[in-house]
């Protein structure tokens, strides 16, 4: 099981904080069928897009996503795939432990 698989980026590292942000504002936009979901919190802010494409990275098949994102640490443009089949529970387990989830989840703005 897999939640967030990055597979291009450009610029600084995502750090665990933005990897969830990423993560759940992408199940949100896959929930509400939106295909572009402007990004703030605390510790990023930016812009996410899919087309709702599916693609296979090895043995990891899930919808494409870009985000262009802007932290304290600098820029980053990233393409990656989110699981549609996961659960928010399942989300909620967690695979950055460390992270504020709450957080996470209430960084996505119209």
Not at 24 to 48: D, H, T, W, Y
Not at 53 to 61: C, D, H, I
Not at 68 to 75: A, F, L, P
Request: aromatic fraction near 10%; include cysteine.
């Amino acid at each position: 099981m897999f939640a967030l698989a990055c597979f291009v980026m450009s610029g600084v590292p995502l750090n665990d904080a933005i990897s969830n942000i990423l993560m759940f504002a992408g199940r949100k936009m896959i929930e509400a069928g939106k295909n572009r979901q402007k990004i703030k919190s605390p510790v990023c802010e930016g812009v996410l897009r899919t087309e709702f494409g599916r693609a296979l990275l090895g043995t990891l098949s899930g919808i494409t996503f870009e985000a262009e994102i802007e932290s304290d640490r600098g820029k980053t443009k990233v393409r990656f795939l989110l699981d549609p089949d996961l659960t928010r529970a399942e989300l909620n387990e967690g695979f950055w432990v460390d992270t504020d989830f709450a957080q996470a989840e209430h960084a996505t703005y119209n």
